[in-house]
């Protein structure tokens, strides 16, 4: 990455951070796009050549997992690895570092960032859409049939509901090593779950 592309995505972090502060602080919907701007020290036409909408300020830390999925399949490849059999491998991996996106981790900021998306409709609106570019990303990456694109569905899908899963039960006051066990044994399954449907991608 050149220092212009390094710069570009520090500036993409501050700002973000400053509109997580706030949206923490006050409430989603009760703080304005120019009130943000003026915290990040931009003009408000400057932040939105960044963030066209203010969801995304919100969710800009979602967006280097985008291609994520198709990422660890590249990788697997390099190894000898089956498509699923390195993503079931990188989730458990996910579990064991307590990874935010696999919903397995009890730390209050975590805690409270998850609250923030997950409590906010607009932000789960959003959410899904980033979603969806994960799954064609990973679509991508299995093929170019119908087959790569319902595998990559399917997939994307269980990561949600096991993060989503592991999310509630830390929302609900169980820490991560609480829930870690269970989490991994639930991973398993819906792993070897695939495993039974996706036929060459496992």
Do not use: C
């Given at each position: 990455?050149?220092?212009?592309?390094?710069?570009?995505?520090?500036?993409?972090?501050?700002?973000?951070?400053?509109?997580?502060?706030?949206f923490?602080?006050?409430?989603?919907?009760?703080?304005?796009?120019?009130?943000?701007?003026?915290?990040?020290?931009?003009?408000?036409?400057?932040?939105?050549?960044?963030?066209?909408?203010?969801?995304?300020?919100?969710?800009?830390?979602?967006?280097?997992?985008?291609?994520?999925?198709?990422?660890?399949?590249?990788?697997?490849?390099?190894?000898?690895?089956?498509?699923l059999p390195?993503?079931?491998?990188h989730?458990l991996?996910?579990?064991?570092?307590?990874?935010?996106?696999?919903?397995?981790?009890d730390?209050?900021?975590?805690?409270?960032?998850?609250?923030?998306?997950?409590?906010?409709?607009?932000l789960?609106?959003?959410?899904?859409?980033?979603?969806?570019?994960?799954?064609?990303?990973?679509?991508?990456?299995l093929?170019?049939?119908?087959?790569a694109?319902?595998?990559?569905?399917?997939?994307v899908?269980?990561?949600?509901?096991?993060?989503?899963?592991?999310?509630?039960?830390?929302?609900?006051?169980?820490?991560?090593?609480?829930?870690?066990?269970?989490?991994?044994?639930?991973?398993e399954?819906?792993?070897?779950?695939?495993?039974?449907?996706?036929?060459?991608?496992?």
């Open positions: 990455m050149g220092l212009r592309e390094q710069k570009k995505q520090q500036t993409y972090q501050a700002v973000s951070d400053v509109a997580i502060a706030l923490l602080e006050k409430g989603f919907d009760n703080v304005p796009v120019a009130e943000i701007a003026a915290a990040a020290g931009i003009s408000k036409p400057t932040l939105f050549r960044y963030f066209p909408a203010k969801e995304d300020l919100a969710l800009h830390r979602f967006s280097d997992h985008e291609d994520e999925a198709a990422r660890v399949v590249a990788q697997g490849r390099t190894e000898g690895l089956a498509p390195a993503l079931r491998r989730f991996a996910g579990l064991d570092g307590r990874d935010p996106v696999t919903g397995l981790n730390d209050p900021r975590v805690r409270a960032y998850h609250g923030l998306l997950y409590g906010t409709p607009s789960v609106a959003r959410l899904f859409s980033y979603q969806g570019r994960a799954e064609g990303a990973l679509a991508q990456a093929g170019t049939d119908i087959g694109r319902l595998a990559a569905g399917q997939i899908a269980v990561q949600r509901i096991l993060a989503e899963e592991n999310w509630r039960r830390i929302q609900a006051g169980e820490s991560a090593e609480e829930v870690h066990e269970s989490a991994v044994v639930a991973a399954e819906a792993f070897a779950q695939l495993a039974d449907g996706l036929g060459k991608y496992a």
